[in-house]
């Protein structure tokens, strides 16, 4: 198969995806093997695109001309390739955790479950390969919206509550800030094309970029930048595997990916470094990540905690790409991977605790990794990789982060990384601590059923295996970076 | 050869189809040949758009009496769309009606409601292509009068009383109307529309065409429900039957846009218009003014068909705003929203004559757990309501993207701003039904409810269709909707 | 300004506003469409006005006559006038109609009729 009908496959894979599952709605088992099937395909798909993508091509394809000028269209370059990757291959892993949480826990309208989570891969996909801004725009709100019944999946009065701020926030920013920005950009460009080096030329002010850097900031909630981040731990009343996929890799990652790709290919690096109406940005982001991660500390809630934390890792990598450095594009690049494989692991085994114990506090995890040693284990591995403690991949992003703060010589950066370790740290270790060296209390369980468990030890592998051999991602990083 | 005569045909044949029926007196009969005719319409409407298209505006002498002296009918790229979208809009409804109608009107009154929905067509379609002042008017009351039949229709008795308010205001307005061409008329002599553009241009006595410019303006923005003139409308709207309310709401409204734009671009012009009067000043605040409250309003609606009526003085208060803007961006969001927000509001309320017709109401109330019992249906107004709020890939989108982009050219930021701000607004109150329909146990006993019957169903999403369909491929509303503003604007020149 | 030359327009202008007034002011359904009839003939009255003038005659073309009266608005308001009636016969039946539902013809009473009917439903 050609380059582009591989493309346009891993776009419609998901959707075909999701009709079969919707039609197999009274037959669960063979519901879950096509889930797992649409899952495996899309990874296939995407992995034979990853060798000519390493390669240097860049397949391009026209859906459909939207308006004059700007076609609904889809290019693979390199960042987008990571995080299809990412999202593809965590997916399946998902896939089985998935069918372990749902039938363990008896949740009903699983077939909905299944359909709107292959569509929302299908909206990511498009986010990933999409050629023009517009193009970005249309699946981002599409996300926005087939993610919704996922998370008011309980269908109470506390998911809809969830649900109105989930939606609230995500559409008011994309539609007050992001759309006016798109069209701005319009206006002043004439383009829409993610062009490398940036398409502004010289057509706004100083001020002028400095202002629209802020509408795509802020309009780009999914990137959850202070003070517009409240969605995110709103939308953990939804099921765990929707807060792990969506809230940790698809949807959360769309967010940082479109800053990434609009700072990148929209303003070009080198077209706003050093400008005065943009050094703002490393200021929001460092408040981020450390006031989200001392929300975070005082979290007893442990997904409520994993909420903040994954705010404050966003902002890593808003941060690091807000530094304008090639070293520091880089290090925001390898986060986005970095961060998906660790808090997945993280949401999996709060998951697997919940199901297994029906605990969800964190102080009532007094010796559970004596009862869940494998789940506390890949916890533990997710962890360290967050706070950047090696052999976990997290430590390999965070170190490519810091030295672009250290080339660019921003100190109050390096100060805010080494301040939110330290955060990372306390509000990490405390759990692993009590969940190995507190004696147990309550009833005794076990391990969560063997697919969550399965699921979460392959993620945990993956962590720490990154870390070893990070050739992929770290070359499709540097061939966005430009080295 | 008959393809000479398809602008007469265009009219006459709705307009003879009527009193067919009325000899008849068949429910049946009358509806057949009601989807019939407004398909021919339809057929006869993109034959002209593509003649247009190919060979440029057409005239046609009714009776070969030469323009200026006779009537003459002309059929440039701004009204074929505009027929476009009528008889569309007609073919849509006329079979989704017979099922509605079956369930709304006793028996005895069935071919009247058709017979009524003919001549409402005819004079539709009348409006849009006819090329003289006065023959616009006679079509005007033509619809008008047959619309205030069709709401007095409704089962509501309520209906009366918004039927009668309707017909004095729309009376008014009609009224007002005649007047202004009266000016004009007294000014220049002459009623054809293309001759009146030109002759003005001559006229150095600019008070009275002021006067006729106020008095039009009044005359039609009552009929197309311009903020502060739409309280006709909601009552209207809601009380009217089912596919009546779908078919004034995506097509009554627009043909009255239409005669404000021929009135505003090709007869008076922009430097009169928008140089000597601040109407473009006066035409964006009452937009503004149109779009925030009407949509305010509607959040608090407790009846889903008051609560989109309400919506669409909103998404007027959009289209006129895109005039106000009198820019190339903005008239082509006018314009392409005329159509946009025709299919969107046409697909709401056809599905909303199913939910009238299986639940025995539109309260917001009545419709808690509709996900459950009529999925398809709630999962179209849903899709709509998008249109609706403007979510990119469906229709809206592409209108609130011109008017963007037609404030940002004026440097109008604020009301960049206002315009997403109010997309919000639309979010609320598309929202409040959707968490009543997805989140709420449907009533007991309402389990049994099923899904509209499927000639309503239908029709109903192909328009839900459209909406989507026209918000990833633009081309044909974009295309018209670009070469309509050529003839506006360029008209001016 | 000449006031007395353009008298008719000062009567079609009162003619106008008395009948709008009537309209507006009066709550009794077919007071209402009276006004509305009254409004109308305003409008009858402009174009008739405009048309006529003193001393021509309709034209036909004959060497006794030098001066003709343009016919075109004479007959522009016979249709005038056939809209307008044809909306006061609506007018009317829906009055009847209203009055057969509610047993009244006022506006007040018959909104003062729903909204008993809202507070009890």
């Known amino acids: 198969m050609s380059a582009d009908t591989l493309l346009l496959a891993a776009l419609?894979?998901?959707?075909?995806?999701?009709?079969?599952?919707?039609?197999?709605?009274?037959?669960?088992?063979?519901?879950?093997?096509?889930?797992?099937?649409?899952?495996?395909?899309?990874?296939?798909?995407?992995?034979?695109?990853?060798?000519?993508?390493?390669?240097?091509?860049?397949?391009?394809?026209?859906?459909?001309?939207?308006?004059?000028?700007?076609?609904?269209?889809?290019?693979?370059?390199?960042?987008?390739?990571?995080?299809?990757?990412?999202?593809?291959?965590?997916?399946?892993?998902?896939?089985?955790?998935?069918?372990?949480?749902?039938?363990?826990?008896?949740?009903?309208?699983?077939?909905?479950?299944?359909?709107?989570?292959?569509?929302?891969?299908?909206?990511?996909?498009?986010?990933?390969?999409?050629?023009?801004?517009?193009?970005?725009?249309?699946?981002?709100?599409?996300?926005?919206?087939?993610?919704?019944?996922?998370?008011?999946?309980?269908?109470?009065?506390?998911?809809?509550?969830?649900?109105?701020?989930?939606?609230?926030?995500?559409?008011?920013?994309?539609?007050?800030?992001l759309l006016p920005a798109i069209v701005l950009t319009w206006a002043a460009a004439g383009t829409l094309e993610f062009t490398a080096g940036g398409i502004l030329g010289s057509g706004l002010s100083n001020a002028g970029i400095g202002g629209l850097l802020a509408l795509y900031m802020f309009g780009i909630g999914k990137a959850a930048l202070m003070p517009f981040h409240r969605w995110l731990p709103a939308a953990m009343v939804a099921p765990t595997p929707v807060s792990a996929l969506l809230h940790a890799v698809a949807v959360v990652k769309a967010?940082?990916?479109?800053?990434?790709?609009?700072?990148?290919?929209?303003?070009?690096?080198?077209?706003?470094?050093?400008?005065?109406?943009?050094?703002?940005?490393?200021?929001?982001?460092?408040?981020?990540?450390?006031?989200?991660?001392?929300?975070?500390?005082?979290?007893?809630?442990?997904?409520?905690?994993?909420?903040?934390?994954?705010?404050?890792?966003?902002?890593?990598?808003?941060?690091?790409?807000?530094?304008?450095?090639?070293?520091?594009?880089?290090?925001?690049a390898l986060h986005i991977a970095a961060h998906a494989v660790s808090k997945i692991t993280l949401f999996f085994a709060a998951g697997a605790i919940y199901t297994a114990s029906h605990k969800t506090e964190v102080s009532q995890l007094d010796g559970i990794g004596r009862r869940m040693p494998w789940t506390m284990g890949a916890f533990a591995v997710g962890a360290l990789s967050l706070i950047g403690i090696p052999p976990a991949v997290g430590f390999v992003s965070k170190w490519y982060i810091f030295q672009g703060a250290a080339a660019t010589g921003h100190s109050l950066v390096m100060l805010v990384l080494g301040a939110s370790a330290l955060l990372n740290a306390a509000y990490f270790l405390p759990i692993v601590y009590v969940a190995f060296f507190r004696p147990p209390a309550g009833a005794d369980h076990g391990e969560a059923p063997l697919p969550m468990v399965f699921a979460l030890c392959l993620t945990a592998t993956l962590t720490v295996g990154l870390f070893f051999y990070p050739q992929i991602p770290l070359a499709l990083a540097r061939q966005l970076a430009g080295f | 050869m008959i393809a000479d005569h398809l602008p007469a045909l265009q009219v006459v044949v709705p307009l003879l189809a009527a009193p067919l029926m009325l000899l008849v007196r068949r429910g049946g009969f009358a509806w057949l040949l009601a989807t019939l005719v407004s398909w021919t319409a339809l057929a006869i409407a993109?034959?002209?758009?593509?003649?247009?298209?190919?060979?440029?505006?057409?005239?046609?002498?009714?009776?070969?009496?030469?323009?200026?002296?006779?009537?003459?009918?002309?059929?440039?790229?701004?009204?074929?769309?505009?027929?476009?979208?009528?008889?569309?809009?007609?073919?849509?409804?006329?079979?989704?009606?017979?099922?509605?109608?079956?369930?709304?009107?006793?028996?005895?009154?069935?071919?009247l409601y058709f017979t009524m929905f003919s001549l409402c067509l005819a004079g539709l379609l009348g409006i849009s292509i006819t090329g003289d002042a006065f023959n616009l008017f006679v079509f005007l009351e033509i619809s008008s009068l047959s619309t205030y039949v069709l709401i007095a229709l409704g089962?509501?008795?309520?209906?009366?009383?918004?039927?009668?308010?309707?017909?004095?205001?729309?009376?008014?307005?009609?009224?007002?109307?005649?007047?202004?061409?009266?000016?004009?008329?007294?000014?220049?002599?002459?009623?054809?529309?293309?001759?009146?553009?030109?002759?003005?241009?001559?006229?150095?006595?600019?008070?009275?065409?002021?006067?006729?410019?106020?008095?039009?303006?009044?005359?039609?923005?009552?009929?197309?429900?311009?903020?502060?003139?739409?309280?006709?409308?909601?009552?209207?709207?809601?009380?009217?039957?089912?596919?009546?309310?779908?078919?004034?709401?995506?097509?009554?409204?627009?043909?009255?846009?239409?005669?404000?734009?021929?009135?505003?671009?090709?007869?008076?012009?922009?430097?009169l218009v928008f140089g000597r009067l601040p109407m473009a000043e006066v035409l964006i605040t009452l937009s503004v003014l149109a779009v925030v409250s009407a949509s305010l309003v509607a959040?608090?609606?407790?009846?889903?068909?008051?609560?989109?009526?309400?919506?669409?003085?909103?998404?007027?208060?959009?289209?006129?705003?895109?005039?106000?803007?009198?820019?190339?961006?903005?008239?082509?969001?006018?314009?392409?929203?005329?159509?946009?927000?025709?299919?969107?509001?046409?697909?709401?309320?056809?599905?909303?004559?199913?939910?009238?017709?299986?639940?025995?109401?539109?309260?917001?109330?009545?419709?808690?757990?509709?996900?459950?019992?009529?999925?398809?249906?709630?999962?179209?107004?849903?899709?709509?309501?998008?249109?609706?709020?403007?979510?990119?890939?469906?229709?809206?989108?592409?209108?609130?993207?011109?008017?963007?982009?037609?404030?940002?050219?004026?440097?109008?930021?604020?009301?960049?701003?206002?315009?997403?701000?109010?997309?919000?607004?639309?979010?609320?109150?598309?929202?409040?039904?959707?968490?009543?329909?997805?989140?709420?146990?449907?009533?007991?006993?309402?389990?049994?409810?099923?899904?509209?019957?499927?000639?309503?169903?239908?029709?109903?999403w192909i328009m839900v269709a459209a909406c989507v369909y026209f918000g990833l491929d633009t081309s044909f509303p974009l295309e018209g909707a670009r070469s309509a503003v050529t003839v506006l604007l360029g008209g001016a020149r | 300004m000449n006031l007395t030359g353009n008298y008719s327009y000062w009567v079609t202008i009162f003619i106008m506003i008395a009948g709008l007034y009537i309209v507006i002011a009066r709550g009794n359904l077919v007071k209402k469409l009276i006004g509305l009839g009254i409004f109308q003939t305003s409008v009858y009255l402009l174009y008739i006005g405009a048309g006529k003038i003193i001393g021509g005659t309709a034209p036909i073309l004959s060497p006794a006559f030098s001066t003709y009266s343009n016919p075109l608005p004479h007959v522009l308001i016979l249709t005038a006038i056939v809209v307008g009636v044809a909306t006061l016969a609506l007018g009317l039946a829906i009055v009847v109609r209203i009055r057969e539902a509610y047993d009244s013809i006022e506006e007040d009473e018959i909104l003062e009729k729903d909204r008993i009917e809202d507070a009890g439903g």
Not at chain 2, 300 to 316: E, G, N, P, T
Not at chain 2, 324 to 342: E, Q, S
Request: hydrophobic residues 55%; charged residues 10%; contains cysteine.
């Open chain 2, 155 to 271: 089962r509501n008795r309520r209906g009366l009383l918004a039927a009668y308010q309707y017909l004095v205001l729309g009376t008014i307005g009609a009224t007002f109307y005649i007047i202004g061409v009266g000016l004009l008329y007294l000014m220049t002599g002459t009623l054809n529309l293309a001759d009146l553009a030109q002759r003005l241009r001559e006229v150095h006595e600019i008070r009275p065409v002021l006067a006729a410019l106020a008095f039009i303006t009044a005359g039609v923005g009552l009929k197309l429900a311009l903020f502060p003139l739409h309280f006709w409308l909601p009552n209207a709207y809601a009380y009217a039957p089912s596919a009546i309310t779908a078919f004034l709401a995506a097509s009554a409204t627009k043909v009255s846009v239409y005669v404000l734009l021929r009135f505003y671009f090709v007869i008076f012009g922009v430097p």
């Open chain 1, 255 to 332: 967010g940082v990916f479109s800053v990434v790709k609009v700072i990148v290919y929209v303003f070009g690096v080198e077209r706003i470094s050093g400008l005065a109406s943009v050094d703002w940005l490393p200021f929001v982001a460092g408040f981020t990540i450390i006031a989200a991660s001392i929300v975070a500390l005082r979290s007893d809630n442990l997904k409520r905690r994993l909420a903040y934390s994954t705010v404050s890792q966003l902002s890593y990598v808003v941060l690091s790409v807000s530094l304008l450095a090639p070293l520091s594009v880089l290090g925001a």
């Open chain 2, 299 to 460: 959040v608090f609606q407790r009846d889903l068909k008051r609560m989109f009526a309400y919506s669409s003085v909103a998404q007027i208060g959009y289209i006129t705003l895109g005039m106000g803007l009198a820019n190339k961006a903005g008239l082509t969001g006018a314009v392409v929203h005329l159509f946009n927000h025709g299919i969107t509001k046409g697909a709401i309320f056809l599905l909303l004559g199913g939910v009238a017709l299986r639940v025995g109401s539109t309260s917001l109330a009545r419709a808690a757990g509709l996900a459950r019992t009529m999925p398809l249906t709630s999962f179209g107004i849903v899709l709509a309501g998008m249109s609706l709020i403007g979510i990119p890939g469906t229709a809206g989108f592409v209108s609130k993207w011109y008017l963007i982009l037609g404030a940002i050219e004026h440097g109008y930021w604020g009301l960049a701003l206002l315009l997403v701000v109010s997309s919000l607004i639309a979010v609320a109150y598309v929202w409040r039904f959707v968490e009543m329909a997805y989140f709420r146990e449907p009533e007991p006993g309402a389990a049994r409810l099923a899904e509209a019957p499927a000639s309503m169903l239908v029709p109903a």
């Open chain 1, 12 to 177: 419609f894979i998901p959707v075909l995806g999701a009709l079969a599952i919707a039609a197999c709605d009274r037959w669960p088992d063979l519901r879950e093997t096509v889930t797992l099937l649409t899952a495996a395909a899309l990874l296939l798909c995407v992995l034979s695109l990853l060798g000519p993508v390493l390669a240097g091509a860049q397949p391009q394809l026209t859906l459909v001309q939207m308006l004059p000028g700007i076609a609904l269209s889809l290019r693979i370059e390199p960042l987008g390739m990571l995080f299809a990757l990412v999202a593809s291959s965590l997916w399946v892993v998902n896939s089985i955790y998935s069918i372990g949480y749902m039938r363990a826990n008896r949740e009903a309208h699983q077939t909905r479950f299944y359909v709107c989570f292959a569509l929302a891969l299908a909206c990511t996909m498009g986010i990933a390969f999409s050629a023009n801004l517009l193009t970005l725009y249309l699946f981002y709100e599409a996300l926005t919206l087939i993610t919704y019944p996922l998370v008011t999946h309980h269908g109470d009065d506390e998911a809809r509550r969830g649900g109105r701020l989930y939606l609230g926030y995500l559409l008011t920013t994309s539609i007050v800030f």
């Open chain 2, 46 to 111: 993109l034959a002209l758009a593509f003649k247009v298209r190919e060979a440029g505006t057409i005239s046609y002498a009714i009776g070969n009496w030469p323009p200026p002296w006779g009537i003459e009918y002309r059929v440039d790229a701004l009204n074929s769309f505009v027929l476009v979208l009528v008889s569309l809009v007609a073919s849509v409804v006329a079979p989704y009606a017979r099922a509605s109608v079956a369930a709304e009107l006793p028996r005895e009154q069935h071919y």
